[in-house]
């Protein structure tokens, strides 16, 4: 069980200021989930584009006008 104990407190020690941050400013990295979110659904839906430019115009539409996918 020590060594539980010694991982926990590493853990809380490692992220004591990001956890601060939040109850102190409420800022997540909600966004940049969301955002990756985002390209990883593109990337799956786009499997098979040909090069690097067509995958990087369906995310740069895919910004500016909301589109629905099943």
Not at 11 to 17: D, E, L, P, S
Not at 28 to 56: A, H, M, Q, W
């Amino acid at each position: 069980m020590g060594n539980y104990v010694r991982s926990l407190t590493a853990t809380i020690i490692r992220w004591f200021g990001e956890t601060v941050g939040y109850f102190d400013l409420r800022t997540t990295n909600g966004v940049v989930e969301g955002i990756n979110n985002k390209l990883k659904l593109i990337k799956r839906l786009g499997y098979g584009f040909r090069n690097f430019d067509n995958f990087r115009l369906q995310a740069l539409l895919n910004w500016h006008f909301n589109m629905n996918y099943p």
